[in-house]
Every structure is written in C-alpha cells, then in structure tokens.
C-alpha cells in the first residue's frame, strides 16, 4: 500500500483520556481532561501529564506539587469532555459535572470517587517543551474500585471501560476484545 509523507505533528492514535484533579492552597478542588499524558518509568513508578500554561490547572498542579489521575470509565464520557471544555477558573467542575470529591491518602487533592482508577502522584520535575508543560510525577499511591480488581491489585480492563481519544478524529471510543497477551508469541516468527 503507498503511503504518504507529512510534517511533524502528534499522531497517537488512540491516546488515553483521563481526569486530573488537583486543589489549590485556597482549598478549590479543579479538574482537567488531558490526553497527552502516559507511563515514564516503572520503578519508581512515574508518569507524565503535559498541560498548557494558560489552563487554570497548570497554574494549581505547579502551585501544589501534586495531583491525581482519575481514569474514567465510559459511562463518564459526559464528564470527561465537559472538564476539556470548561475553565475551573469560571465554574466549579465537580458541581457542573455531578462528580465526588473524596478524600486522597497521600495527597490534598481529592480523587473523583465515580472514576474506578484513581492514582495519586506528587510532582518531581517540570520541563517546559514548547505548548505544554511536562509534569512528571511520581505515583505515591493508587485506588481501584473493589468490583474491577483481578490478580490481587491489578484492574480489569473490561469491567474499567477505559476511555480512548482519538486526536485526529476528535472522537471517544471504547476498548476493543482481546487480541494475544504479553509474550503470547513465545518469539516465535509467523
Ligand atoms: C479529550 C481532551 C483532551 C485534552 N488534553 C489536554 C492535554 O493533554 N493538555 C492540556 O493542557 N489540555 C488538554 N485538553 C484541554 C483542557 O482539558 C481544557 O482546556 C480545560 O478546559 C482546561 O481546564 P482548566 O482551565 O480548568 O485547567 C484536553 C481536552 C479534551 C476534551
């Protein structure tokens, strides 16, 4: 098949859609959808989330040196484009998307209690890029929902429904079935 060349641009297709919740020093709990984010490290377990200076939550996440990743499942998908699309600067996004704040364990943040994975991280480093901001953090702890837990601590990707987008098509989409698992191959060629 031919194919086509193009300039540079982010092609991560789907990338994941999670829910950042953060809190300021005045006690405000926020949160922001954000896709550009993903695994750094496993030991110590480190992410990184990429936010763009002008959001509100930038300013928060900064402030406070820590934050939460809810992954929603979904059934919030009303939620998750609703917290991409308004300010916490203007309105308060646990109110307006009918979201709980709980209380985290490590963290001042809250986590969003309908959101079945909610990890909780404090900030170690943050590198300007260009648009957006890199904010690595560290995981200090993690929740699952008792009902999606398989092996002991690990979520069950068909009962979490995670949310996938899709950056060039703008759309949301739900995970397929299961196509082999790590190393089902054993190495062996076709
Ligand atoms: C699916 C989706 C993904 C998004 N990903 C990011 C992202 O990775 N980084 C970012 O800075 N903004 C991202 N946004 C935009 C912010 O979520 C949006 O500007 C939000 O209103 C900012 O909220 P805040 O001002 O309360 O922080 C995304 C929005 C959507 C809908």
Known sequence: MAKKVFPPAIVFNPAP???VSSQGKDGRANIITVSWA??????PPMIGISIRPNRYSHGIVKEAMEFALNFPSASLIEAVDYCGSVSGKDVDKFAGAGLTPVPASKI???????CPINVECRVKQIISLGSHDLFI????AYHLDEEIIVKTNKADAEKAEPVAYCPGTLEYRKLGSVIGTYGFTKGKAK
């Open 137 to 140: 953090g560290e995981v200090v």
């Open 17 to 19: 859609a999670i829910m």
């Open 108 to 114: 001042k943040a809250p986590i969003i209690k309908e």
């Open 38 to 43: 993903g695994v750094l490290c496993s030991d």
